[in-house]
């Protein structure tokens, strides 16, 4: 069977940009300076005050107290609004406030608040980066294995529900003190940038995730009704220190969980970062994880990915379970060397998307990719919809077996490409927009549909 060589395809791919009169000016590789200074804006010292400041409120349970001015969850989501208030009069902040009743883990009616700080871009398109405030002590019983807990590690005998104490030490410095103060720190350093972005960046602190996702589920359904665009969910649990449960130090790495199928819009996010993460912090390895989080366990991210919003979280590279849900969450075990190095990855990735066309539409509004064979019936035939803001499109591809993108080329400010005996059987294909000022949007990437058997059957 014949397969085109690759220098075939890059020579059919720059034979037809030229045909239509790309420019010969390359789109710049390189660094965009604005982000480079974000990402040199990022204070390890204001994270390390931020996450101490957070643990000394004692406990941040969701049914913790509420009217006291130095303990529980009510201090704690009033501190943090006031420092995003503080921060920046570009950023509007505010309460999202819902009433729960009695259900599951909420033992009693209680009013969840999350923060929320938000700042203006010249689009409606949203780019948020999160974090959960809330935390738990889950109490052992008597008798219980240690490590039959929900902190999450595998019990040696039959798992034990523990029970939840609102009101004892639950100091959360890690889980998720650290997802919080980089979600706080953000802002800051992204209200004070005066960069104008495309999207508007949301930052939000979350309550209610350790009750079962509570606060970000409620958020992210509104957002569906009231039909609001997202294009990308940054989150971030458990995020702020080196060194595992296991005696094994990591700061070199983070990892990103990311639902599927293999070319889902969470997928290309995380591919994002790490392309991103290369050129802006280079020192910092990204692992990317094939499954939506880790075994048994979940996070905010997946309130987003259930309302059909690209997201995806960051987890640090090797965890310690035994100071997680426990009063042992303290300030002593953060690396916020570390955690600075994980703001700065997410400073990177935002700014990037924020500064970035949309992602280009890739399917007709039946939800069919939009590709086909050409009239040929052996050739690669791709269109996609205008991205407002783009000044040209690159065109990826790979061979169908492999995870990631391994050929690209810049095609100009065009929305249709015909790729000469290249077939759509053979590779995967996508397509960002690229932006005046070089910066490239997500990946786009067309995915072949789920068929029904009897569907394969009636072709045959």
């Known amino acids: 069977m014949y397969r085109p060589t690759k220098s075939l395809m890059l020579l059919a791919v720059a034979s037809l940009s030229t045909s239509l009169g790309l420019q010969a000016q390359a789109i710049r590789p390189d660094a965009d300076p ?9 204070s390890q010292q204001r994270l390390q005050a931020t996450a101490t400041k957070l643990a000394g409120f004692g406990t941040r349970s969701t049914l913790s107290d509420t009217v006291s001015t130095t303990r529980g969850i009510g201090a704690a989501r009033r501190w943090i609004y006031d420092e995003f208030k503080r921060m920046s009069p570009r950023l509007q902040v505010s309460y999202d406030r819902h009433m729960l009743a009695q259900q599951g883990r909420i033992s009693r009616e209680v009013e969840l608040v999350n923060v929320v700080a938000v700042l203006p871009g010249k689009s409606a398109r949203r780019v948020y980066i999160t974090g959960h405030y809330d935390t738990v002590n889950s109490r052992r019983p008597a008798g219980a294995d240690a490590t039959a807990t929900a902190a999450g590690a595998a019990p040696s005998a039959p798992l034990v529900r523990p029970t939840i104490d609102n009101d004892s030490d639950a100091p959360g410095a890690n889980d998720d003190g650290s997802g919080t103060s980089l979600t706080m720190e953000l802002a800051r350093v992204f209200a004070e940038s005066g960069i104008e972005f495309d999207a508007t960046l949301v930052f939000v602190t979350w309550a209610g995730e350790e009750q079962g996702l509570i606060g970000s589920m409620a958020h992210a359904t509104a957002l569906r009704n009231a039909k609001g665009v997202v294009e990308a969910n940054f989150n971030n649990d458990i995020v702020g220190s080196s060194l595992g449960g296991n005696g094994i130090i990591d700061g070199e ?10 070319d889902s819009p969470n997928r290309s996010l995380a591919r994002y970062v790490q392309r991103v993460a290369g050129t802006y912090v280079p020192s910092h390895t990204i692992r990317l994880m094939a499954r939506e989080d ?86 690669a035939s791709l269109q996609w919809q205008p991205s407002a803001g783009a000044v040209a499109y690159r065109v990826y591809w790979r061979d169908a077996w492999t995870n990631d993108w391994q050929k690209s080329q810049v095609v100009g400010n065009v929305t249709k490409l015909l790729m000469p005996n290249v077939s759509i059987d053979d590779y995967v294909f996508g397509v960002a927009a690229i932006g005046a000022d070089g910066n490239e949007s997500v990946i786009s990437a067309y995915v072949s549909p789920v068929r029904k058997m009897t569907d394969v059957l009636l072709k045959k």
């Open 253 to 262: 790495s983070v990892k990103i969980y990311s639902l599927g199928p293999e």
């Open 294 to 379: 880790r075994f048994g366990r979940g996070s905010d991210h997946s309130s987003f990915t259930a309302n059909d919003f690209p997201a995806i979280v960051f987890r640090e590279a090797n965890e310690n379970y035994e100071r997680q849900h426990s009063p042992d969450d303290k300030l002593e075990g953060m690396d916020f060397r570390y955690l600075a190095q994980n703001t700065r990855v997410n400073a990177a990735s935002a700014a990037s998307v924020a500064l970035a066309p949309p992602a280009p539409r890739v399917t007709t509004n039946g939800g069919s990719a939009t590709i086909g064979r050409g009239t040929s019936g052996y050739d």
């Open 34 to 42: 604005r982000i480079e200074k974000l990402v040199a804006s990022v």
